[in-house]
């Protein structure tokens, strides 16, 4: 079975501390994707990734950076968390941009 | 999400059918599917369907697609209280630099015993 593994499920930060929040899959997935999850608004990009080093631009990716040094691992960067970031973070991956995605449990991030 | 809307809110009683209707704008649509969300999990994939499809059948559940009305629903038939989950609808559109996934707010079904 393909495992998505999202290190944190909750975690509660102070407004303009630095966040990361970690993604590792184990299925050799050429893709990764970080969605947020809000009520009433469902899923919304925020950064994918295609390759190593790689990185596309989502729907919201104002306030947000990635990384992605290893296959395995797609890292969600927040530089100065605000309130308004307080939400659920989905880590995905797929074996192509067309295919099934692969979600992982979710990080529930507040920020006060 | 971009223009795939579904309602909030769905309620029935164990044993009745459940029908959780979706909404699509974009006719490049590729793939559309349903994925389940149960509490404190991610979200994983239920059933998908292929946009020259029209109906698709798998256990208990039906997917039917009218690509005139950008119409898409999911039944689920004898619904078990085990079916309580957010069931999201989403698309796969043809985007520049590839493809896309759109997802919709997701429906909340609460199955009564």
């Known amino acids: 079975d393909v495992k998505v593994t999202q290190s944190s499920r909750y975690l509660v930060k102070r407004t303009g501390e630095k966040v990361f929040l970690e993604c590792v899959q184990d299925?050799?997935?050429?893709?990764m994707f970080w969605y947020r999850q809000d009520p009433g608004l469902g899923l919304r990009l925020i950064y994918f990734?295609?390759?190593?080093?790689?990185?596309e631009k989502g729907d919201i990716p104002e306030g947000y950076s990635v990384s992605r040094e290893k296959k395995e691992r797609f890292s969600l960067i927040l530089e100065s968390a605000s309130t308004n970031q307080t939400s659920m973070y989905l880590c995905?991956?797929?074996?192509?941009?067309?295919?099934?995605?692969?979600f992982g449990e979710g990080s529930r991030l507040t920020v006060l | 999400g971009e223009d795939v809307e579904q309602s909030l809110f769905l309620s029935v009683r164990e044993g009745d059918s459940s029908v959780i209707n979706c909404t699509y704008t974009?006719?490049?649509?590729?793939?559309l599917y349903w994925y389940k969300q149960e509490p404190g999990a991610g979200l994983q994939l239920l059933t998908y369907?292929?946009?020259?499809?029209d109906m698709k059948q798998d256990q208990r559940l039906t997917v039917l697609l009218n690509k005139k009305d950008k119409h898409l629903s999911l039944r689920i038939a004898d619904t078990q209280t085990g079916d309580s989950a957010i069931y999201f609808c989403?698309?796969?559109?043809?985007?520049?630099?590839?493809?896309?996934?759109?997802f919709g707010a997701g429906t909340r079904l609460f199955v009564k015993a």
């Open positions: 990734s295609y390759d190593v080093k790689m990185k």
């Open positions: 974009d006719s490049s649509s590729t793939y």
């Open positions: 369907i292929f946009s020259n499809m």
């Open positions: 299925m050799d997935h050429e893709n």
């Open positions: 995905a991956s797929s074996a192509s941009l067309a295919g099934e995605l692969f």
């Open positions: 989403a698309e796969r559109r043809i985007d520049t630099g590839g493809f896309k996934t759109i």
